[in-house]
């Protein structure tokens, strides 16, 4: 970003700027980036309050071969809903990386949940069957329908089948099942391991919610919503026999899904790869039919900064943002 003063975009322009597609290429371009050593992201800050509950933190980062700095600030504030806000609460700020003055300033919160979707499909673009026809979602929150409608796109998908811990959290996935066109059925854990091709989980799970053994071969998952330690959403076994495959591999060790399989000694920092050197045509990524094929997608900051830019270019563009001054 090198505008002339500074860019305010809010979340109304970010929601009719940024589209799955935009976001798609700036997640793939820069996941391609870190693997090559062009971009990276700085040590995350994360830390409780100790006021109203509030989990407050910065995730940052420089995006070299993008020139694209900056942070996003934000975190979770659980009596928001209370209030008619939004429980997560971010904001990007983007800087001129050569002059170091502040360029934009973002509105985070429909980014993040764009973002987190591109991750996923970016990981089912390069890793799942070409003839994956049964998608399978776990979890059915906020995150969840982003996750469906990017993952619709990546492959002929005829079916979605669902199952939450909150049975009644289903429909919203149902309706957007539907409007994207593809039958939906609600389905138990067994069954939806023993039909799915591709598999989503976007929950705030602390235990497993899927057994290894449930699993067909071939099975590409993308493991979404385990961001931090403790979280876990599929069994460690599963992790183990899967081919690992994650936005950044010092995160998949500590915060990500593999921090478990790690921990126990199933699995190896070494055998995780990052999916930029699959997009990058440095790793082969999936080598086979049967194998089954996992992205630990824990979010990192240069995600952010990635979508932020795109919005912030195109505001620009459209001469639509408002502009400020320090
Ligand atoms: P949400 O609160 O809207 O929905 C939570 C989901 O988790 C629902 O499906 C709910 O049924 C389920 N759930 C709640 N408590 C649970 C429990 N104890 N055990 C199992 N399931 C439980 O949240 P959201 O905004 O949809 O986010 C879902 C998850 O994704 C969160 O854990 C969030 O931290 C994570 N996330 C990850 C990224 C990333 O980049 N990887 C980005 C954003 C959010």
């Not at 002929?156 to 994207?180: G, Q, S, Y």
């Not at 989980?201 to 899927?210: D, G, N, Q, V």
Request: with cysteine.
């Amino acid at each position: 970003m090198k505008s002339d003063g500074l860019l305010i975009v809010g979340e109304d322009l970010c929601e009719k700027l940024v589209g799955r597609q935009q976001a798609f290429d700036a997640v793939q371009a820069v996941f391609g980036a870190m693997a090559k050593g062009g971009a990276w992201n700085f040590p995350v800050i994360r830390e409780a309050l100790g006021h109203a509950d509030v989990l407050y933190g910065f995730k940052s980062g420089f995006d070299r071969d993008g020139q694209v700095l900056g942070l996003k600030s934000g975190g979770y504030w659980p009596g928001n809903a209370a209030k008619g806000l939004t429980n997560h609460q971010s904001t990007v700020f983007l800087f001129d990386p050569d002059t170091g003055r502040l360029s934009a300033l973002v509105g985070g919160n429909y980014l993040t949940a764009v973002r987190t979707a591109a991750s996923s499909a970016v990981s089912i673009a390069h890793l799942a069957r070409q003839d994956a026809r049964v998608l399978g979602m776990v979890g059915a929150g906020h995150q969840s329908t982003f996750q469906l409608r990017a993952a619709a796109e990546q492959r002929d998908f005829e079916k979605v089948i669902a199952w939450n811990p909150h049975p009644d959290m289903l429909p919203r996935l149902a309706a957007v099942a539907t409007e994207v066109g593809l039958e939906f059925e609600a389905v138990s854990q067994q069954e939806l391991g023993a039909q799915a091709d591709v598999i989503i989980t976007i929950t705030s799970a602390f235990e497993p919610l899927l057994m290894k053994d449930w699993i067909k071969p071939g099975t590409h998952l993308a493991c979404m919503g385990t961001d931090t330690k403790g979280k876990q959403e599929v069994d460690a076994d599963l992790v183990a026999a899967a081919t690992v495959f994650t936005d950044e591999v010092a995160q998949s060790v500590t915060i990500g899904e593999a921090q478990h399989a790690i921990n126990l000694g199933a699995l190896t920092e070494d055998a995780i790869a990052p999916i930029g050197a699959v997009i990058n045509g440095d790793h082969p990524g999936r080598t086979s039919d049967d194998q089954i094929t996992l992205f630990d997608g824990t979010g990192v900051g240069l995600q952010d900064l990635a979508v932020a830019s795109v919005a912030a270019r195109l505001a620009e563009e459209a001469d639509l943002a408002q502009r400020a001054t320090l």
